[in-house]
């Protein structure tokens, strides 16, 4: 029988521990879920592993039984939001390890809004800050029923119970409109102005600029013409 004061694995490690690819994928899931090490994976994977063997062999049963075990089997999955109301048996071999973690504490919190990321919301249950109904979870792995999803709240003496509180404050992203804040500034263009010339008596063409001295018309066009060529000569 063993020692009853002993507690024993919840879960099964995998015969090949060692491949790459898992390994890889593990790594996107613990990251993704916030995880704190691959035994929340494991736990996961044998739950799910449970259900798809007891859905096997109520599948396989034809007895009064086992179409009692097969509406208590699909009764506590969609209580617990796993399977939608009008899934049957055959739905629980589909499944993936994502949609048991998804109904993680840890996940729900997230998803609701009350956490800005994975890891806060452990930070949160694993510092006692959260109420399931009347009850003080402190389990991010705990599964959460769709009934107790309704009924997720700080705790009434906790500083996050506020709204306010900057933990919970989400953070708003301005969206930088240049268009308004820079002005665009407009290339000054040279006035033409006439201006008598002493010498000659003859009106010319003067091209002034606001802070600047006038320059003749003539030798602007004649500047930019040998700018020209010299360009052309360099090519």
């Not at 390994?23 to 879920?33: A, G, P, S, T």
């Not at 000054?188 to 010319?204: A, I, N, Q, S």
């Not at 600029?209 to 006038?214: D, I, S």
Request: avoid cysteine; aromatic fraction near 4%.
């Amino acid at each position: 029988m063993g020692d009853p004061k002993k507690f024993r694995k919840k879960y099964s490690t995998p015969s090949h521990p060692w491949q790459k690819t898992a390994i890889e994928e593990e790594k996107v899931i613990k990251r993704e879920y916030g995880l704190k090490n691959k035994r929340e994976i494991m736990i996961a994977n044998s739950f799910l592993k449970k259900y798809k063997d007891i859905a096997k062999k109520i599948i396989a049963s034809k007895t009064a039984q086992g179409a009692k075990e097969k509406q208590q089997v699909l009764e506590k999955l969609q209580r617990l939001g796993i399977l939608g109301s009008t899934s049957e048996l055959d739905h629980i071999l589909g499944l993936s390890m994502q949609d048991v973690l998804n109904r993680r504490l840890q996940s729900v919190i997230y998803r609701k809004g009350l956490a800005r990321t994975m890891n806060q919301a452990r930070q949160f249950i694993t510092h006692r800050h959260i109420m399931v109904g009347d009850n003080e979870i402190t389990s991010p792995s705990y599964l959460t029923s769709l009934e107790e999803e309704t009924k997720l709240s700080f705790k009434a003496k906790s500083a996050l119970a506020d709204v306010e509180h900057p933990e919970r404050a989400v953070a708003k992203k301005e969206v930088p409109q240049e268009a308004a804040k820079v002005e665009v500034k407009e290339e000054k263009k040279p006035e033409v102005k006439v201006l008598p010339d002493d010498d000659t008596g003859d009106d010319l063409e003067v091209a002034a600029v606001e802070g600047e001295e006038p320059v003749i018309a003539d030798e602007v066009e004649e500047a930019e013409t040998e700018a020209e060529e010299a360009t052309e000569v360099k090519e």
